[in-house]
């Protein structure tokens, strides 16, 4: 089971708090799908993804986005249990989707992109990258934990 | 050999422009042993990097932070010649350092978070995927000479 230091679940709980779901998960769908075409393939049904112009004004794509950030919160009120809060989302992901688990990893840097362009250096600290990318990378393993 | 289009140059330059060796220097190493510290390992000779603090205020990481820097500059200006302007740093690396070339990849990584909180949203997704594209093939030219 993972070990989170006081600092660390301290340090998430508070840029949990100052992340607007709505505004960095339209983002981070966005950096993925311009910075990793491929995984435009898993969004078909999204309409126009053709160009950087189309895929950032995509509503679609933002609808999606704010979604997928809002996940997070399961993760972030059960960090001593991730595995578990993400199991059928896992099974979900795997069977239903058909989504490689390698793409997670490229969604969670996404996000740290798009919450260290949010915050900076002096809130983004090097403590606070520590803590958030570990929390990423637990949420990453337990998306991927179902698959076989 | 990498192509690059005359919009990835262009953006690689621009970016490079933006970063003040002097600043984001110390911040990327300060990053690297805070977030992977088993790269303590290879700084032996900095001293004390056992506690954040310690590393925050550590002058030798700091002051390594800016020698990767320059290195990474003569990149941006050679970016066609990468892999043989690299292949003596990347010799060092493998036979005397004796770094795991995956830490390459990390330091690519804090690199990139710490100019995108310098540069904030000037770090488009267009300029993102163009900025990691250079950082990829500098990490696969200092790779180069491992075997």
Not at chain 1, 62 to 71: C, E, L, S, W
Not at chain 2, 4 to 23: M, N, P
């Amino acid at each position: 089971m993972v070990e989170w230091t006081d600092a660390e679940r301290n340090a998430i709980t508070f840029l949990w708090e100052k992340i607007d779901v709505g505004e960095i998960g339209p983002q981070a769908l966005s950096r993925l799908l311009i910075v990793y075409p491929w995984t435009k393939r898993h969004f078909q049904a999204f309409g126009n993804l053709s160009t950087s112009a189309a895929i950032k004004g995509n509503p679609k794509v933002a609808q999606h986005g704010k979604t997928v950030m809002g996940g997070l919160e399961n993760a972030v009120k059960n960090m001593d249990n991730i595995k578990q809060a993400y199991a059928s989302l896992s099974v979900m992901h795997s069977e239903k989707l058909h989504v490689d688990p390698d793409n997670f990893r490229a969604l969670a840097e996404c996000i740290s992109l798009c919450v260290a362009a949010k915050f900076g250096p002096t809130v983004f600290t090097a403590e606070a990258q520590e803590a958030w990318q570990k929390f990423l990378a637990v949420v990453v393993s337990a998306l991927g934990r179902q698959y076989h | 050999m990498v192509k690059w289009t005359d919009l990835e140059r262009s953006t690689v330059r621009a970016v490079w422009e933006k970063v003040d060796i002097d600043e984001i220097g110390p911040q990327i190493w300060a990053r690297v042993l805070v977030v992977y510290p088993w790269t303590e390992r290879y700084f032996g000779s900095f001293g004390d990097i056992f506690t954040t603090t310690a590393i925050l205020n550590n002058t030798k990481v700091a002051a390594h932070g800016k020698v990767v820097l320059e290195a990474l500059d003569k990149a941006v200006k050679n970016m066609d010649n990468m892999k043989r302007m690299y292949a003596a740093l990347s010799l060092l690396h493998f036979q005397k350092l004796e770094v795991d070339p995956d830490n390459f990849r990390l330091l690519a990584d804090c690199i990139t978070i710490a100019i995108a909180c310098k540069l904030k949203s000037a770090l488009t997704p267009q300029v993102q995927a163009t900025w990691q594209k250079f950082l990829a093939a500098v990490v696969e030219a200092m790779s180069s000479q491992y075997y």
